[in-house]
Every structure is written in C-alpha cells, then in structure tokens.
C-alpha cells in the first residue's frame, strides 16, 4: 500500500488511530478458529459516522478494498481481509455510543461499535431487556451482530437479529450516508432496505448505528434441565413447552450424552445434574412478567404434562439462581469444551423442526460411514431448529489426518440438510468458508439477484470483497 | 388490446378463466373507498403457479403491463389498473391452497390467494394460531396481506406480515419462479430477498406462496375497557400493561370519545359499556397459556396498579365472551361507522409511542387552524405506534368543499408526522395514493436505490406500473 494513501486515510481518522504497526495490527488478523489468515497494511479506527464517510469517499475514489469488523468473533472469515495486503480493516470499537434509550417507545439507538454486553447492561439498568444473547457477548459489537443476523439463545421468544431491528444508519460504499434510522414498528414506505444490509456480512455497506427493540423485562424466571432418551421425545417435549408456555419459553437447547459430559469435565466438575446419565437432555427456560413462582407455576405445569405422557425420564429444576446460572454455564462452555478435546468438524445448521429426529438418524449413519470411531457431539437451540451438528476426531487419531475429510463430510451432512429443506448455515452467515456451499446449493436465479443488488450498492466491489459472493 | 394478445393469454388458464366481459370485470375495479377508478379488457384467474409463469412470459414477451389483485381490500389503489386499459388484472383467487399445515414446525405453506379467515379457521381447527387479524380478514387475501406488509390489531405480540413470514414462492415478471420457500427461523445464506418483496405491493413479482409461522393457541384471554383522561396517561397505562403483561398483552387500541360514541351510534346501541363518558378510552386483550382465570388475574394487576397511579378514571372487565365480542365489534366498527356519518380525510399513520400525546396535540391546532369547526377522529393500534387520524367534514357542510382540502391537509400532518420522525404510512402502503409523499418525504438516496432494485426485477416495467415509484 502506498505511504501517501496511508497518510490520506490517516488524515480522516487522525495518525493515533491509524495503524501500520503489524504487532497492534496482529489481533485484529488472528480469528477464532485459526481458520483463516490475512494480511493488512492499515487498520483504521474511526470514531463517528461522518469519518467513515470520508473514508469510503477515499476508497471509492482509489478503489482501497474496505473490510468492516466488529468484535472480530465471527466464524467464517468475514471479518479477514484477504491475503493481498490491500485492504484496510475498519475497526468499529470507537463507535461504541449509545446514543438513546427510550423506556416509553421501548427502543434504543446504539452505534455499530457497542459491544452487546454493554447494550443489555445498559438496557437493564433502564429496566429493560435486549435479548440477544450468545456466548461471544463480551466482545462481540453491534455492528457485527447485524451485518451476521446473529440468533442465540433467545430467538424462541424474542427473535434474531433482523427482528429486534427497527431502522439502521449505513454508510455506502460511495460515502454516502443512507439514513434509514426508524423507530416505529409499523411502518410501509416503499421497499424494504435495511433487511439487505441485515445479514449481508458487511458487503452492501457499513452500518454505523441502528434502532433497536428492548422489551420489558421479565419478573420471574425457572429453568430446568431435563433426561430423555430420544430426539422424538423432545420434538414431543417442545411441543408441551409451547403449547402450555407460549412466548414464556425462552430457550429450549437439546443436547446429547457427550455433549454434557464434555461441558462437565471441562468445567472440572463431578457434580452432574442428574444421578444417572440419559441419552439426550433439554435445558428449558421460562420466563415470567410476575414472579419466579409464577415462572415456577409454568414450568410444573410443562413438567407434570410431559412426565404423564412418558417423555421424560428425568427432571432437575434449578433451585437458586446459582444452580440456574450454573445449568446455562455447562451449556454455554460446550464449545470450549470441545475445542479443549481436539478438532472437530463443524456443523451449524437448522431442520425444520419436526425433521431434526430423522436428521440425527439419517447424519448419524452418514459419519459413521466416513470415520466409524468419530464422536458426534450434537447440542443447539432446537426450539430454533438450529443445531450445531459438530464431529470429532476419533480418540487417539492423527487430527490433520481428520480434518482432511473436512470438505467431504460438510458436503454429505449438507446434502442432508438441503434433503430436508433445512439451511446449511443457520446463525453464522457464509463470509469465506460457506461460499463454496452457497454456489452449490443456492438457485441460480438467487445468486444472479444476490450480484445485481451486490452490483447496485458496490459497482468498484471495494466493500468487503470475497465474502459471500 | 389485441384479440390475438387476449387469445393468447386466454389459452394459459382455459377461456372460463380469462374475463372479458365487463360486468363479470366490474368489482375488481372497484375500489373501497372510490378513489380510483382503471380500466381493463381483461381478467386472468390462474390456478397455479405455473399458470403464473406462463402468463408472465408472454407479458414480457409483449410488454404487457400486469397488475396483480388479492381480496381488493387494500386502501391505497396498488390493485387497481391505470386508465389506459392496457393492462391485464391477474386475480389470484384460485391460487387458494394451504399446501401444508406443520404443527411441530408452526408453519403453514399458504398460496397467494388464500382468504385470511380460511387460514386463521385452519389453523385454530389444528389447535393452532395465525395472529394476523384486522378488519377485512373475511375477504383480503394472503399475497396481497404480504405484498401490503399487512399488520391489524394483533402486531404488539406477534409482528406483522413481515415477522410472521419464514420465505416466499414468486414469480418474477420474466416469469421465472423463485424458490424461497424455507421453513426454519434461522437461515442466513447470503442477502435476504423475501423481505424485498413483502411490502412492495406487487411491483417486483407475482408472490404466488408463502411459508408461515403459527403458533399455540391461547387458553385464556382477559379483555377490558378502560376511560383516562388524555393520551399522556394512555402512553402511561402502557407501560404499565407491558411491564406486568409482556408478550401477553395482545392488543392495547386507543380511542377518542367521538369514535366510541360513533361506534355507539352505528351500531345503534346505546348501552356505553361505560357509565359516564371520557374524553379517551383503551381497549386491551391480555392472554394466558394457562386459563381466562389466568389471563384475570394479570388483567387485575395491570388496573390495579394503574389505579394506584391514579391513570384510570374507569375500568370494565368483559364479563362474558359475548360482552367481549361486543368490546372488540365497537372497536372493529369504526371505520364503517365513521363512513356512514360523513366525508373524512384519513390519516393512517405511525409515530413514535412517547411522542403520540404530544402529536395529538399539535395535530389538534393544525386541525384547528384549518377546519374550525371539523371534528378529529382518532383512533388506533397506540402499541404499535400506529394511529388512524381522521378529519371528519364540519356537520351539516358540503362534503365536495371540505375533500378540497384533502392534499393541504395530508400535507400539513404528515410534516408534522416527519417532524416526529413516524411514518406518513403505517399499514397501508404507499399504490398510487401516497406516491407524492413518498417522493416529498424519502430521500434521493433510499428513492435511488429503490429504483435500482425495481429495475433489477423488471426492467421492462410492466410490474404493477404505476404504483410506489
């Protein structure tokens, strides 16, 4: 990159968040999994909206590629420049304001940078709830959220990303600011523009701020996690949970044997709910406006219900918010769980839901077809339908030997996903490691709409190219 | 239009369904409020999706302008020709299938032309919900409540049109057939095209399917009427309401003293459920997973604790379904019953809830300023932030002297709506009624991209011309 583009881009931001040096750079090149690996010989650290104006107008006028990032936890690579050097990455960090939240519209403005622990901190403070939760929330920004329509684990009742949506403030890849800030929920003005940037990974543009739903924050809450012996009986057990808890059931994840049991061992701990092991296990959560007996009221209801019609094997309701904290503790360390084991081949994918017993059936036949000793391990947010259906090496195996199966079994186990009108990629978008997938499963007619709207927004393709399409 | 060209299409869905006769042609140019008035030489009533394919072949083949009609309810003349006479009408009332009804998955695969009620009638017959619901549920059809982004009195717990849609089947005006059919709630593979068609009133394809999200049904519900004194303390009583009701509260309708009184008097009815007036009324729906008892007993928490803060001046609790039915029918009126009174210049619009007292107040001394003697009427879903404000002709005036004021008027309250950063079209969409507004009030950039967006999807123009853009 020339010393005189560097110097024109640090003029906007000024020369203290302009950074050349590789070792600052470094953190912002290194990705969760190690999977993908770029180069840069800029990272740009705006501090307002009007700055990243400037800095697309530049990169529009010397064609620089622009490559937004958030908290840089995302999973395919979109968030990597690529190995050119050519890019710059646009850090979003200091645009970490929020700008409003208003109690009686029940909506927040909060710039693309804001770290979302910082926003449910915040809203909680005011008495109100933003939901979206997950397990990279301490670093994990706005911006990222909604450029990824990130899910979670409290999509069940109160939706992913493009749902808590209301309006969004983005800069085009011309500089241009495109003011589509809305704070109504009813609201037919023309097309609909921001759910193109929902979800887009950064390729349409750069959000820089958006309206977001908060909601009034429940009073009572009960968990249980609870044994059965089959994906059927869950399937059997969701429908009881909804149908006797309705937007009060928060959360419903399925996991299998291994699953807990890594999540136990990783977390050093002997102490399993359960006093003997079950094949499968939910963890619900229900919420509650009045109280947590009112919660608790709810959950004995589903409970008592499923344990008449011969679901469930066995129940544990968390009985202090200790014990609470601690059944979501083991299901949100399952990842790290895994990752202390060895490698695995990963999976994140959604089945219509009365499918997901035929898909583990069907899957599980096909894995042990490839590598006959591989351990699945199997947990998500079922109420979603979306699993994450993730394969390990076998004990003892040669890992590189393993993962040299990586694109071949991703290409079953998505066969069977598609076999069941499911989708190959669920809450992690495509960036770089889906694109493959998407070329090969996506309608052409699809895609060729996908490159005009691309075309449309970023005819010089500076706005983070390579991902996606 | 050419008899050969009539031939032609006729041979697509069989002569019994290609209309000509102008009689049998009539009602679909009528339009509810009469405000606009196409011509046409011929109606088409395809059965299916293929049919559709067809027919949008031979349009672009012959640049025929096609202009799609669900149930003809809409309000702002989207479903109408244009008076040239050159276009055909495609009726999707045979397109009338629900192809699924999945009550482990909660969705149902619905064709275009689907009349809402046989939807919500389905589903509650399979123990399910679809929450969709407003005024002409027993005639508008599914295509045009997702072309229109439809939204009724049911939005503040489950969403409108957009939220309650999983993916799309449409055919493009080139009359190749989208696929977008997809039954899991998370699926992020690359940039989300169904959300371009919802609300864009059939000007970039002919939606022909849709997949649907239902739900448990309720097994309690709680209504109640409650006078106050002004809309600061009806923006009070809902905080209260979704503070102890959440996803519970169903409904949360305000309304002026005249449009109950109105109601009243259409209905011929004198028994007020109340026994003095108020100068505001809320009408609020509170369900229960569980039971009516249930549902009570959170509607009894939610008054007392508004009495408590001295926001009530009255309260009736619908004492038995009928009296319930009753509540919901007075409100449901209003429209009709402000019809039979006089000539009224409407308003449907959003603003942000917390400034809806403020509004109502400004807009009160434009009206003022205006039309002395002219009577408000408002009325609306006040959770949604959607308002119906309506401007009744003096009593006894000359109705044609009072309809000249009607762009002057819409002018002067939609500035104000803009000033409160709402939306001059809240539900209704923009057709052919609001296209000044859109080009006043949006700005160059959206406006720009929207048309790129039109010209992607049909570049020749013959997608329900004339309408949005």
Redesign the interface.
Known sequence: MEQDLIRCFSEIVGSAHAITDQTLIAPYLRENRGLFHGKTSLLLRPSSTVEIASIMRLASQTRTPIVPQGGNTGLVGAQQPDESGCSVILSMERLNKIRTL??????AVVEAGVVLRDLQEKADEMGRLFPLSMGSEGSCQIGGNLS??A?GTA?L?Y??M??LCLGLEVV?PDG??????????????????K??F???EGT?GVITAAVLKI??K?KGRAVAFVGLNSPANA?EFL?IC???????LTAFELMDKISLQMALNYKKCDLSPFSHEHEWYVLIDV?S??SDDDALS?LG?ILEKAFEDNILDDAVIAQSLRQRDFFWQLRESMSLAQKSVGQSIKHDI??????IPDFIRDAALIIKEMVPDAQVVCFG?MG???LHYNVMQPVGSDPSDFLKLWSQMNHHIYCLVMHY??????????GQLKKTE?RA???S???E??Q???K??DPLGIMNPGK??
């Open positions: 208003d109690i009686e519209g029940n909506y990824s329509n899910g999509v009742a939706g992913n493009r749902d085009l241009r600011i495109l003011d589509d800030l809305r704070f109504v929920r009813k609201d037919n003005r023309g097309y609909d523009l759910d193109l929902i979800g887009a349409l909601f009034s429940p399937l429908s909804q149908c006797y808890g309705g937007f009060l919420t406006m009045r709810v209801i959604s089945i219509p839901i009365a499918s947010h979603d339908g979306n009108q499911g989708s190959f990629s669920a809450e992690h978008g495509i998407l499963f996506k309608s007619i699809s895609l709409i996908m005009s709207i691309k449309i927004f996606i399409l």
